[in-house]
């Protein structure tokens, strides 16, 4: 069974740093590139940047170059995304998705078939 656990979220003041994590399990991880995707109320879902488990190629949303990072431990299976200078407009539920690699980079939404939970992250003013 695929699952995809994220943690980390919580809340913080504009200019601080989260790290969050994506946990996974239930397939060949190497063969799958893992996406931060983000939810605010009344907003469409935004995918905020991905990584491929076998290369690390990386790609990142305009909105958040320069401040976030991501990469991946594959010996623990996992993603991270390190946010730093956080900014109000980052307060959203983020998930992380999981996506057959393909010879497409960046991978489309519609490719990411298997999603976590969601955590919250809030930065505050």
């Known amino acids: 069974e695929v699952q995809l656990v994220e943690s980390g979220g919580g809340l913080v003041q504009a200019g601080g740093s989260l790290r969050l994590s994506c946990a996974a399990s239930?397939?060949?991880?190497?063969?799958?590139?893992i996406g931060w995707f983000r939810q605010a109320p009344g907003k469409e879902r935004e995918g905020v940047s991905g990584?491929?488990?076998?290369?690390?190629?990386?790609y990142y949303a305009g909105s958040v170059k320069g401040r976030f990072t991501i990469s991946s431990d594959n010996a623990k299976n996992t993603v991270y995304l390190q946010m730093n200078s956080l900014k109000p407009d980052d307060t959203a539920v983020y998930y992380c998705?999981?996506?057959?690699?393909?010879?497409?980079?960046?991978?489309?939404?519609?490719?990411?078939?298997?999603w976590g939970q969601g955590t919250q992250v809030t930065v505050s003013s």
């Open positions: 998705a999981a996506a057959f690699m393909r010879n497409i980079w960046p991978p489309p939404t519609s490719f990411f078939g298997s």
């Open positions: 990584i491929s488990s076998s290369d690390g190629r990386t």
């Open positions: 239930g397939f060949t991880f190497d063969d799958y590139a």
